[in-house]
């Protein structure tokens, strides 16, 4: 259990904050091993991509932890929104003592607080040998191909997402106050009598100036980020999951029949499933992780096999399922749920 008591002045100065690279950060959890089956297709997704990507600091630090991600990694956000080039920058600039100190916290571990000590992957050894101010430059990088791969195609549609989700705290705490709206962000979250109960692992109590509250479409449940080496006197950050089914539609590929991947293929029946509304090669590549080669040479197949067409839309060629390949579908569910009805 987290307690985190927060006097008035504190629960006063509290605030919410969108960020885009805690959704980065937050793929790098040991959640994203084995995600549940109600998880965001991000988690799943995304570290397929930190598998095949060079992205070694992280796969390291992701892979092979024990729960804790430096927090350097995941900078407090500066204002209520701030975007991914700020967070990355901030991540570039981290102060090479506060690198090393979080990485020595994840060495040594923090039993009292239910942290255990874990051994550095030697490409982690590796960087810190060339100092705090290096990691912090491997880290931004390495982030900021990660975000390209696997969540900038979506980002625009899950920010309008968790922005309504800021919109509806608000509307909380204005017409019932603080306590309800704390209580009202996630079955496992508690306020009362001037503490904030966060179940966890964890075993950590402490009064802190105030909480900085994120919402998050990729975390499983709450967490919470404490400051592990205590030396800057950063207050924790709150994140909750919020899900919606509209922004997991729009992210997540659409699963075609069994029948449809056996005859086309799995790469081109997702493609095909996923034409409920006309697309771009770049939509379908961001949704699908797939390069934009790989998904245009797929829908040249299934353009000449008849069941796509495409047409120039200003810049974009869009391509569209024909009756012919919307036919395919319903024919091959049909069959589907025949057999197993």
């Not at 605030?15 to 991000?42: I, K, M």
């Not at 800021?166 to 204005?174: E, K």
């Not at 040249?300 to 067409?309: I, P, S």
Request: glycine share 10%; net charge positive; hydrophobic share 45%.
């Amino acid at each position: 259990m987290i307690e985190l008591t927060v006097d008035a002045a504190g629960l006063a100065r509290s605030r919410f904050a969108v960020s885009p690279l805690h959704e980065v950060v937050a793929t790098l959890l040991p959640c994203g091993l084995q995600p549940g089956p109600d998880a965001d297709p991000w988690v799943a997704r995304a570290r397929r991509v930190l598998r095949r990507a060079r992205l070694p600091l992280l796969s390291e630090l992701a892979l092979n932890g024990p729960g804790y991600v430096p927090d350097f990694l995941n900078p407090y956000p500066s204002g209520p929104s701030p975007t991914v080039e700020e967070e990355l920058e901030r991540v570039r600039c981290t102060p090479p003592e506060r690198v090393m100190g979080e990485l020595e916290a994840l060495r040594v571990g923090r039993p009292r607080n239910g942290l255990a000590p874990s051994v550095l992957p030697e490409g982690v050894r590796r960087a810190m040998a060339r100092g705090g101010a290096h990691v912090a430059r491997q880290a931004a990088e390495e982030m900021r191909r990660y975000w390209e791969l696997a969540f900038a195609p979506h980002w625009e549609a899950a920010k309008a997402v968790l922005d309504a989700e800021i919109g509806r705290c608000a509307g909380v705490l204005a017409g019932h106050g603080a306590a309800r709206l704390f209580n009202s962000l996630h079955p496992d979250i508690e306020w009362g009598e001037g503490t904030l109960r966060v179940v966890s692992r964890l075993r950590i109590a402490l009064p802190v100036p105030m909480v900085v509250v994120v919402p998050s479409l990729v975390m499983p449940g709450p967490g919470v980020a404490v400051d592990p080496t205590r030396e800057e006197g950063r207050p924790p950050m709150l994140i909750y999951p919020v899900r919606d089914r509209a922004v997991t539609g729009a992210i997540a590929p659409v699963v075609p029949p069994a029948e449809v991947a056996q005859l086309l293929g799995p790469t081109r029946a997702g493609l095909l499933a996923a034409l409920t509304q006309p697309a771009s090669t770049a939509h379908l590549a961001g949704r699908h992780f797939l390069s934009p080669a790989t998904v245009s040479y797929h829908l040249g197949v299934l353009h000449r096999a008849g069941l796509v067409t495409r047409a120039r839309a200003g810049r974009s060629v869009l391509y569209r399922r024909t009756p012919e390949g919307s036919r395919l579908l319903r024919q091959q569910l049909a069959s589907a749920r025949g057999r197993h009805g």
